[in-house]
């Protein structure tokens, strides 16, 4: 798997929304499990979502079900985090991450081999 660049990021509204968008290269994306955990200075970074390889199972953190939805488009090589009724605690700089195992929805920052550079997200109030 090669570099993830994250895009889509920016200042919002409270209630707004954003889409983030992953993009990957390498030839293996179709089989690496994908996430999306964000960190918010002096805070340690945590787990947002994440989908199998094949996109048909998914994983939430509580605070963010119902709210976010986490896709992918392997053909594309992408993976996308709709955020929609943004928080101010939502704010972050979030990132994506890769992992190789695609059959299991991993949570834990230590599990994800491959990372993104982040995008800031910025909710006012």
């Known amino acids: 798997q090669g570099p993830l660049v994250e895009s889509g990021g920016g200042l919002v509204q409270a209630g707004g929304s954003l889409r983030l968008s992953c993009a990957a290269s390498?030839?293996?994306?179709?089989?690496?499990?994908m996430a999306w955990f964000r960190q918010v200075p002096g805070k340690e970074r945590e787990f947002v979502a994440t989908?199998?390889?094949?996109?048909?199972?998914?994983l939430y953190r509580e605070s963010v079900k119902g709210r976010f939805t986490i896709s992918r488009d392997n053909a594309k090589n992408a993976v996308y985090l709709q955020m929609n009724s943004l928080k101010p605690e939502d704010t972050a700089v979030y990132y994506c991450a890769a992992d190789s195992r695609g059959h299991l929805l991993l949570t834990k920052r230590y599990e994800y081999y491959y990372w993104g550079q982040g995008t800031q997200v910025t909710v006012s109030s």
């Open positions: 989908i199998s390889s094949n996109g048909g199972s998914t």
């Open positions: 390498g030839r293996s994306f179709s089989s690496y499990t």
